[in-house]
Structure formats: structure tokens, C-alpha cells
């Protein structure tokens, strides 16, 4: 059909469009960000393209949501403006029609909502958070860059290199600031070597010196040595570490029976469930006139779009802490936006009084020779 074909056609435009934009916004503010907590040593710089191709997967399903939205709202608006709904309606047409074209063209959409949010988020959520772990289990050496001062893993020492070290294993013209019990103690040393002991790493000194100052007298100690031994290192960390819910998959998720595990799977599921609400409120937002050449819909669809995804992130808040079940926070956050959309469109199709109206009249041609 006409109908449903140029719909759909004009919706996969303006969807395309709007998904290239988004997403360039999206991975500005997220490289920024990431590059700040580079900046700050809370990655590691090498790992900023990984860290923002997961963000950016992680964010997909809203993202998509977002853009299928606004491609509904923008398509519509633009018929009922250009008055090509009088036109489908004179051959009659109804907003309940457009449905059908609707979901046609966003079933691949929601689908690949499913898949981010089901599979894809918590696979990036847990390869994010292998990259920060690791980082932040490497040792004290491994942190030092030469020629830059660093801060140690639990901020009490502060290491410095000559430029001319590796950085990794061996450096030289070691320069270190311990402050821990009341002591502060600087350390300087000719070279460092790291060694690993029963799971302890030691920094090996050799020919330096050490300043010992009591912060609470000022009393100094000064004492030399050929070869001294520091302990840079906590324990190492074993390969398990405790997940995070977010990074756990949809499966294990659902076996997991605490209030914290269930809002996650009501944040996932709901990820899907608006996605097709976006497509309903859309339709039922995109009414307007071709006298008034107002945009006051597009406002209404922004502030439905951002009340809805507050309440939706507010819901799985409700559901981790007790205070709503997780099915019930489905249907009271979602299935109410659902029938709230279905009935504007109901009622602008004339409620009961519109009934029967919903399909699209063709009318033969007229033959040549007639009246």
C-alpha cells in the first residue's frame, strides 16, 4: 500500500538521521569524560578507545529509544503540518492506522533494543570494569611514568623516576615520599629494583639515603644504606573479582533473588518496554494543525521523554530497595504509559463514535467515458 510504504520510508529517514546525530553528541561528552578520568589515573591512557566503544554500547538502547522517538514525532508533525493527514483521513484514514506502518518499520529497532540491553550493556559493563580493575591492581612501579611524579594506589606515597628508566621493572635516580603513622619518611636512591616475594612486591634499593621526620615533634633522622627493601604492593589480587550487577548477564541476573539484582533486570526489561512506548507516545503526541504553526508538541514529546525515563530509572530504584516488586514497577511505569498513549489515540480518533473508521478506503479508477 501507498500508505504504509511512504510512511515507513520517510520514517527510516528521519530515524537514520537522528541516530547519526545523537550518536555525535553522545561520543563527544563520553570522550570527554573518559579523557578526564585518564587525566585524573583512573584509566589507563591506552585504554580510552576501549573504554569509550563499551560506553557507547552500554548507552545504545537509550539511544536508540531516543532517536526512534524523535523520528515519530518529527515524521508525524510534519504531515499533520503539511496537511497530508487531512488527505489520509479524507480516504479514511485514522491515527489508529498509522500504528500498524509504525511498528512495521520499528520492529528492527526494538529488537536490536532487546539484544543491547539484554546482551550487549552487561558484556561492556563487565569489559569496563576488567579495564579499571586491572589498572588499579597494577603495581606501585608500574604506575610510575619517568620523569612525572605519581601517587601510589592508596595515596600515602609518591614516587618519582629518572626519565631515563623503564618505568616497569628498574629505575633510576629513585625519588619516593612515604607519609603513614604520624611519619613522614623521603627516600632517595641511586636505582630501584622490583622484586615479588610470596605475593608481595618489594621496591630494592641500593646505595640512597632516608630522611625520617616526625610530623607531631619535627624531630629528623637521617640514615644511609646500600641496599634497602620497601614494599610498593598489597597482595596480589586474585583473577575473581566480584562483579557488578550491571555486568552481570541477563540469565544469571534472573537467578539471583535479592531486591538490587531485581531492579537491574527491571532497568533492562524496561529499556525494551519503552522503546515500543516511544513509538505509542509519538503517535499520540504528533497531533496537530496546519493553522497553528506551532511546535508546542515537540516541547510536550521532550518533557514526556525525560519524565518518562526519570520514572523509569526511579522505579528500578524503588525495586532495590525494597519498596515495589519488580513486575508491579513494570506495569504501574510502563504499562500505564501504554494505555495512556492508546487511549489519546482512541480518543482523538473520536472514541467509540470512530470505530470502524481505522482503514484506509481505496477507490477504483475512473474509466474513460464516464460521467
Do not use: C
Not at 270 to 283: D, E, P
Not at 344 to 368: F, I
Request: hydrophobic share 50%; no cysteine; aromatic share 8%.
Amino acid at each position: 500500500m501507498l500508505f504504509d510504504s511512504s510512511v515507513r520510508r520517510e520514517l527510516w529517514r528521519s530515524f537514520s538521521g537522528t541516530l547519526v546525530v545523537l550518536l555525535t553528541v553522545l561520543l563527544t561528552m563520553v570522550l570527554i569524560r573518559i579523557l578526564g578520568q585518564a587525566t585524573k589515573g583512573s584509566l589507563a591512557p591506552t585504554d580510552v578507545g576501549l573504554v569509550l566503544s563499551y560506553t557507547v554500547i552500554s548507552q545504545l538502547p537509550v539511544l536508540l529509544a531516543l532517536a526512534l522517538f524523535v523520528s515519530v514525532v518529527s515524521v508525524l508533525s510534519r504531515i499533520w503540518r503539511d496537511s497530508e493527514m487531512v488527505v489520509w483521513q479524507s480516504s479514511g484514514a485514522r491515527q489508529a492506522s498509522f500504528i500498524q506502518p509504525l511498528l512495521r518499520m520499528a520492529w528492527p529497532v526494538l529488537a536490536l533494543v532487546a539484544m543491547a540491553s539484554l546482551v550487549a550493556r552487561p558484556w561492556s559493563q563487565s569489559q569496563t570494569q576488567i579495564l579499571k580493575v586491572r589498572y588499579e591492581q597494577r603495581s606501585d612501579m608500574a604506575r610510575v611514568a619517568p620523569g612525572q611524579f605519581q601517587v601510589s594506589a592508596d595515596g600515602k606515597r609518591v614516587f618519582f623516576i629518572d626519565s631515563h628508566s623503564d618505568g616497569l621493572e628498574t629505575g633510576r635516580n629513585v625519588f619516593m615520599v612515604n607519609t603513614s603513622d604520624g611519619q613522614e619518611s623521603v627516600v632517595t636512591a641511586r636505582q630501584g629494583q622490583v622484586a615479588v616475594e610470596e605475593g608481595q612486591r618489594f621496591l630494592v634499593l641500593t646505595e640512597g639515603e632516608r630522611t625520617q621526620t616526625d610530623l607531631q615533634t619535627g624531630e629528623k633522622t637521617l640514615s644511609r644504606f646500600e641496599t634497602a627493601r620497601i614494599r610498593v604492593g598489597e597482595r596480589m589480587a586474585g583473577p575473581d573479582v566480584a562483579p557488578d550487577l550491571r555486568s552481570l548477564s541477563t540469565r544469571t541476573l534472573m537467578l539471583i533473588n535479592r531486591p538490587e539484582a531485581r531492579g537491574e533486570l527491571v532497568w533492562r526489561l524496561g529499556l525494551i518496554w519503552a522503546a515500543f512506548n516511544m513509538v505509542l507516545a509519538g503517535l499520540s503526541l504528533a497531533a496537530g494543525s496546519a493553522r497553528r504553526n506551532t511546535n508546542w508538541n515537540l516541547v510536550y514529546a521532550l518533557l514526556v521523554f525525560v519524565v518518562y525515563f526519570n520514572l523509569l530509572s526511579l522505579s528500578q530504584t524503588w525495586v532495590a530497595r525494597g519498596k515495589l516488586g519488580w513486575i508491579e514497577a513494570l506495569l504501574l511505569i510502563h504499562g500505564s504509559l501504554t494505555l495512556a498513549a492508546l487511549a489519546v489515540v482512541w480518543w482523538r480518533d473520536g472514541g467509540w463514535r470512530g470505530r470502524g473508521l481505522g482503514r484506509v478506503r481505496t477507490q477504483a479508477p475512473l474509466q474513460k467515458g464516464s460521467a
